[in-house]
């Protein structure tokens, strides 16, 4: 792969320089301006740093010097902002905030923005800890940041040029949906399929809705098709045609329901789903409670 040898490569010139482990003060670095990661649970950080204060930082933090450093003036000396930013390893850097630590180890590297920002991607990817949205928004900033080609990004984020357009589309959501689509959870389908509707709001009812009843992709794309196709009345005998798409919708709505009451009542459901061309195969296991001897 041209980018992933083009980073190796990268690293290579860099060999001697990253070898030695500088500890910095922790105040000194910031988290870089192109970050990729917007959302880091408070659980998964609490974990990390407890890991920290009984073992240290074992892995040192991958940052660069900033291209500009701020600075401000006062009795005739320059004061100066942080001097590096992250390329990985924020995570381990917040942690350290967290802790108060005065100062953290780090190997430094000398990439570019755009190196850094393909740096940071390509580590979150192979850690697979970074949303569809996170990466999504990676691929953008390279192509309109750094001047990346679509080929390009789209192999950064392991993806073929068609697939990173679809994307794309996601991206046009406003803040308040992407924040939401992130604490879902829900997959990149159902999201393909929520983004068909125009109103926001309907969106955001569909979102709650798919991740509240636990919706499939394909329930939650014919819930889409209901909304979009819905129910009507004819002129005649004023008598309610339903499509049958919605009788099925209502269908998987009251069963989802039904199955949260219940796995509640702490009985266990298995269901699987096959999607055929013209029909769709539900299979259910209900786990019997064990009889009292």
């Not at 990390?48 to 450093?69: F, N």
């Not at 970074?130 to 990466?135: P, R, S, V, W």
Request: proline fraction near 3%; hydrophobic fraction near 35%; glycine fraction near 4%.
């Amino acid at each position: 792969m041209y980018l992933l040898s083009k980073i190796k490569n990268a690293k290579k010139e860099n060999t001697v320089r990253e070898k030695k482990i500088y500890y910095l003060p922790t105040g000194s670095i910031i988290p870089n301006p192109n970050r990729t990661r917007h959302t880091v649970g408070n659980v998964s950080l609490s974990k990390l740093s407890d890991s920290i204060q009984k073992y240290g930082i074992l892995q040192p933090i991958l940052i660069r010097k900033r291209d500009i450093i701020p600075f401000v003036e006062a009795g005739g000396e320059r004061i100066y902002s942080e001097k590096y930013e992250i390329v990985a390893g924020e995570r381990r850097w917040l942690a350290a905030m967290m802790l108060n630590l005065d100062e953290v180890p780090c190997i430094i590297t000398d990439a570019d923005a755009k190196l850094s920002l393909e740096m940071s991607l390509t580590e979150n990817i192979q850690r697979e800890n970074l949303h569809f949205l996170e990466e999504t928004e990676g691929a953008s900033k390279l192509i309109r940041g750094f001047g990346a080609d679509a080929y390009e990004a789209a192999e950064i984020v392991s993806l073929t040029k068609s697939s990173l357009a679809n994307r794309f589309r996601l991206l046009r959501l406003e803040d308040e949906e992407k924040n939401a689509i992130i604490r879902s959870g829900l997959s990149e389908r159902h999201m393909t399929a929520i983004s068909k509707v125009d109103c926001k709001e309907k969106r955001l009812s569909l979102l709650e809705q798919a991740s509240s009843a636990s919706m499939s992709a394909p329930e939650t794309e014919r819930a889409v098709e209901e909304l979009l196709h819905p129910a009507y009345k004819t002129k005649g005998d004023e008598k309610r045609k339903v499509s049958v798409i919605s009788d099925i919708g209502f269908f998987l709505n009251s069963l989802n329901r039904a199955i949260n009451v219940l796995e509640s009542a702490g009985i266990k459901v298995y269901k699987s789903e096959i999607d055929h061309e013209n029909e769709l195969e539900i299979n259910l296991k209900i786990k019997k409670r064990a009889k009292k001897k």
